[in-house]
């Protein structure tokens, strides 16, 4: 416990997103194992959301579930008002939340666009902009976005999930510039192929096994391996810790080498 608490304000809280599962979960269990007290997020999942608080708890941590939709209107607000009540100012958002409605360009419907876009794109702006406000006049805070290599590389049948990950990224190297001397930092990491249920339903659309689709997948990563949710929690730790006070505006590619 307590790796990187240095400089952090007493009873600082941090907020992750989509943390019912995968990647949010093993994200809220490396914060509060580094002396975070975490709110774990959830849309649907509460049984997900509450093992993970328990798992949190039985290793000596911190965490509330905080059931909200993130892409609703003022519903991030409440969730940073909710856990600011419950458990202390919210100095770290870690977002997470993210969906996927894959299909060719000229297939694409307006829904599965405006879906995509306002879960991964516009939820997390909101969100950030709001936690923003008490980060900056507790002179710390960490915000970190959960992008992906798809951002800037082309990948058939997801116009829709691209662009909101490149906008991701152009939105935590803008906004990381603007509060640089508030004691704020913003940083994105960008997984490759992690072994999570999104990834599993991608299987599922190519009609293959997924551990075909891992194998297949594997030969195609220069460390020969699939991602796991823990690859990405280390890095979200390391951007939220004292470790990372003079790293901003990054983006941390974890994808098991260039071409990941």
Known sequence: MD????GRPEHATALVTGASKGIGAAIARALAEDGWVVGVNYRSDEAGAKATVE?????????????GDVSANG???????????????????VNNAGVARDGLAIQLEDDDWDAVIATNLSAAFRLTR???????KARYGRVVNIASVVGPRANAG?????????????????????VARRGVTVNAVAPGFIATEM???TAARMRISFDQFLEGAAREIPVGRIGQPDDIANAVSFFCSEAASFVSGQVLYVAGGPKG
């Open 3 to 6: 790796r990187f608490v240095s």
């Open 55 to 67: 798992a949190i708890e039985q290793a000596g941590g911190r965490a509330v579930a905080l059931h």
């Open 75 to 93: 519903g991030g607000q409440a969730l940073l008002k909710e856990l600011a009540g419950e458990a202390g100012p919210v100095l770290a958002l």
């Open 130 to 136: 709001d936690a923003l406000r008490g980060m900056i």
């Open 158 to 178: 997801q116009s829709n999930y691209a662009a909101a990950k490149a906008g991701l990224i152009g939105m935590t190297k803008t906004i990381a510039h603007e």
């Open 199 to 201: 990834l599993r339903q």
